[in-house]
């Protein structure tokens, strides 16, 4: 998780908020949200994202664009679901991180 909290302070604008929000959904399974204020990532572009040496056109940061693709592969692996959205202030990207179920 700690590429997605880089990432989302690495392509906001300086001295915006980045969010970390965890809550638990009605079904108790655990959720992570992280939460930028960048430009946001296209629709188009949001399959793509975690395809391995997969980079945004455009943007100046330094990277191989492997970090992503690592991060999907280890949720995969440890049964957790995730997915890109708009963030719902209008500007920049929310990845949310569904967890399995913690058992009762």
């Known amino acids: 998780m700690s590429v997605l909290v880089d990432n989302a302070i690495r392509y906001s604008p300086s001295k915006t908020p980045v969010d970390l929000i965890v809550t638990l959904k ?8 992280v939460s930028d204020h960048g430009t946001g990532i296209r629709d188009s572009e949001k399959d793509k994202i975690f395809e391995r040496f997969y980079r945004v ?7 191989s664009g492997l970090g992503l693709s690592i991060a999907y592969e280890i949720c995969l692996k440890q049964g957790i679901q995730i997915e890109i959205v708009d963030n719902p202030s209008g500007k920049g990207t929310q990845f949310v991180l569904t967890l399995p179920k913690i058992a009762e």
């Not at 009605?26 to 949200?33: F, K, L, N, R």
């Not at 056109?57 to 990277?63: C, Q, R, Y």
Request: aromatic letters at 0%.
């Open 26 to 33: 009605d079904d108790g399974s655990p959720q992570i949200v």
């Open 57 to 63: 056109l455009g943007n100046d940061e330094p990277g």
